[in-house]
């Protein structure tokens, strides 16, 4: 899968009627090669005690 058809695929989404999930999401990166198991870092995100958590 290249660029274009990346994005394609991630405006293909009907807006309308859309279905809260994430089978859409492991499609595409499973089509990308699963990039994301190669990043070694944890990405803390929330609004309240990051700090604390993180420290």
Known sequence: ???REA???IHA???KGSRPGLS???SL???L???QNKLR???VAGTNGKGSFCA
Request: net charge neutral; charged share 10%; hydrophobic share 50%.
């Open 1 to 3: 899968m290249n660029v």
């Open 7 to 9: 994005l394609d695929y």
């Open 13 to 15: 989404v009907s807006w």
């Open 24 to 26: 859409r999401i492991t």
């Open 29 to 31: 990166m499973h089509l």
């Open 33 to 35: 090669g699963n990039p």
């Open 41 to 43: 870092f944890v990405h």
